[in-house]
Every structure is written in structure tokens, then in C-alpha cells.
């Protein structure tokens, strides 16, 4: 069974960091690129990132330029978001898709993945 399962999520006040993780398994090859994601209730989903396979290729949205950062482990089958600076507007729930292609589509933060994970709540508060 296909998974991808994230975690690492909580509650931060804002400057601070977070990592999460994005553990794939059930991929019987490449689980290829990976997106994050975040979505607030009632605004559209946002592309937050995008790792090619190999890692050597990333893309970042605007918001997030600079702060975060995203890495994968592919002998663990894990792809991190790291977040450090944290905004009160980071608050969403952070969610990871991929459709086993090994690049990050050029239209990544819209396209639709055929796999997403449940996702993981970020709060920044004060």
C-alpha cells in the first residue's frame, strides 16, 4: 500500500523552527519528486516546495524563500521541510504528494499529484 506520512508538526511561537518529515513507503520504485504543500480551512492549497529525486533540484514559493528549506534521505525514503523563522501566517496544515516522476513539474505548485499524505497541523502563535 502506497503511503506518504507526514509528521513534525506542533505548535511554535513565531521565529521559531520546525522540521517535518515525509516517510513514503509502499512505492514498489522511485517515489520520485516530492511537494509540500500547506492549506488553510477556506484558501486555496499552496505550494510550499518541491525536490527532485536525486535532491539536486529544489524550488521554493516566494513566502518561504529563505527560510525554509527542504532536504531527502533516500535510503530512509524521507523528505524534510525545514522551517526556521516561522510567521503567524505559516499556520496551515502541511501535507506531501508526489506522482513518481523523478522532476519537479514546472508548473509544481499547481499540478495534481496522484499521492498525498494525510498531513501535519503547523500552529505559529503568539
Known amino acids: 500500500q502506497v503511503q506518504l506520512v507526514e509528521s513534525g508538526g506542533g505548535l511554535m511561537q513565531p521565529g521559531g523552527s520546525l522540521r517535518l518529515s515525509c516517510l513514503a513507503s509502499?512505492?514498489?520504485?522511485?517515489?520520485?519528486?516530492i511537494t509540500w504543500f500547506r492549506q488553510v480551512p477556506g484558501k486555496e492549497r499552496e505550494g510550499v516546495s518541491c525536490?527532485?529525486?536525486?535532491?539536486?533540484?529544489?524550488y521554493y514559493a516566494d513566502s518561504v524563500k529563505g527560510r525554509f528549506t527542504t532536504s531527502r534521505d533516500n535510503a530512509k525514503k524521507v523528505v524534510y521541510l525545514q522551517m526556521n523563522s516561522l510567521m503567524l501566517e505559516d499556520t496551515a496544515v502541511y501535507y506531501c504528494?508526489?506522482?513518481?516522476?523523478?522532476?519537479?513539474?514546472?508548473?509544481?505548485?499547481?499540478?495534481?499529484?496522484?499521492?498525498r499524505g494525510q498531513g501535519t497541523q503547523v500552529t505559529v502563535s503568539l
Open positions: 504528494a508526489t506522482s513518481q516522476i523523478p522532476y519537479c513539474p514546472g508548473n509544481w505548485a499547481k499540478y495534481r499529484y496522484n499521492y
Open positions: 509502499g512505492f514498489t520504485s522511485d517515489y520520485g519528486a
Open positions: 525536490i527532485s529525486s536525486s535532491g539536486s533540484v529544489t
